[in-house]
């Protein structure tokens, strides 16, 4: 079978017989810590307006890792990539602009970094809906039109071209309510949870409105599953999760099933008090992170739980086994965490639960694939 074959039928109702391995939902983290190992192109191709280039680039990740699948991203416009060009010059590489003549310097992302902003708070705080309506922007351009005419689609139908017979391509959104973490900040954002959760609904409803576009969009591309990142949820009571939260996930799993795509709901932190309302959504895949943080999420209880009802992802620890273990743990890990499929009916795809670290080689990642693929050739 082909990575693109296991994966759909571990989405299936009678599962898969050869279970596929992948990385989590954080590709880009994986790329910007490792891209010297992934890649013999310079960092600055990541940033490529060159669709050439990047398929430079991607093509040898791709090939380097062994998942089964790939996610399939937008591009810039057509008319912006005509007019743009990346420069190597002496004093740094730079984005420019050969129509206004403007310039941006790019600079190589570190190892480990963490966005400036991350969940810290921002300037300006919206405290009425207008202000939130203003700050969530609900796009009026047609889907086809933005996908197609503006040629954003041109990077992910090269990549469908080449590896979509073989391989599984997924997009990325994040819940409503963690969205809600960028407007506010964290600090802000749990205080209004409390204090004004009228005021958090109606920018979960926002946010719900921009998610459910940029899924029919992904569809358009060609994606065929969608990973849902919610954390922060483990942070809130059960009350506050089916209030707030659970709806809007709901609704945005609707829209990706209308769609034609999968749903892969990734829940971070410990699910205690939520299971039952997790289940409930109708997700067609569950995730869940490792457990590191002084919880415990063991995949073939939760596969015991599920008996089939959806697919379930693995959630290999990425520090304790991935990062530290030995060889002989890593396989052991991984044989241990596919005795699920099986009490999943088949349902079920290797994982990990987090990020990969810098400190871990690509060698290893590949390892992993590899055992992945060797082990679970036979279910």
């Known amino acids: 079978m082909t990575g693109k074959e296991k994966m759909r039928a571990a989405f299936s109702e009678h599962g898969t017989a050869e279970i596929p391995a992948v990385l989590s939902c954080y590709e880009d983290i994986f790329q910007r810590d490792h ?40 591009c810039a416009p057509a008319e912006t990539r005509q007019r743009q060009q990346v420069v190597e010059t002496p004093e740094g590489v730079f984005l420019i602009d050969r129509e206004t003549g403007s310039k941006r310097q790019l600079r190589s992302p570190p190892a480990g970094d ?3 902003q991350g969940y810290k708070t921002p300037g300006t705080l919206p405290e009425t809906p207008d202000a939130i309506d203003r700050m969530i922007p609900i796009s009026d351009d047609g889907d086809y039109a933005y996908v197609r005419t503006e040629g954003r689609d041109d990077l992910a139908r090269r990549l469908l071209d080449e590896f979509g017979d073989r391989l599984f391509p997924n997009h990325r959104t994040s819940s409503p309510l963690l969205r809600c973490a960028d407007l506010w900040g964290f600090d802000n954002m749990m205080l209004n949870i409390k204090s004004r959760p009228d005021l958090v609904t109606y920018a979960c409803k926002r946010y719900l409105e921009q998610a459910k576009c940029r899924m029919r969009r ?5 994606a065929q599953g969608i990973w849902v990142v919610d954390a922060l949820a483990d942070m809130i009571s059960p009350d506050d999760y089916a209030k707030l939260s659970l709806p809007h996930l709901q609704d945005l799993i609707d829209e990706i099933r209308n769609v034609n795509m999968r749903s892969i709901y990734y829940f971070t932190g410990d699910p205690a008090g939520k299971w039952d309302l997790i289940l409930s959504m109708g997700a067609d895949a569950l995730a869940f992170e490792d457990s590191k943080k002084g919880f415990d999420v063991d995949v073939v209880e939760v596969a015991r739980k599920l008996r089939g009802e959806c697919a379930l992802f693995g959630n290999l620890n990425a520090i304790d086994v991935l990062q530290n273990g030995t060889d002989e743990q890593l396989k052991k890990e991984v044989k241990r965490q596919l005795t699920a499929a099986p009490l999943n009916g088949g349902r079920f795809v290797m994982s990990l639960g987090s990020p990969i670290t810098p400190a871990t080689s690509v060698a290893r990642v590949r390892l992993y694939c590899d055992l992945v693929h060797d082990l679970g050739g036979s279910q």
């Open 218 to 222: 992904a569809a358009l591309l060609g």
């Open 114 to 116: 963490w966005p400036e």
């Open 35 to 74: 891209w010297e190992s992934l890649t013999q192109y310079p960092w600055w191709y990541r940033y490529e307006v060159d669709i050439e280039k990047q398929m430079l680039w991607r093509r040898e990740a791709i090939a380097n890792t062994g998942e089964d699948w790939f996610r399939l991203p937008f």
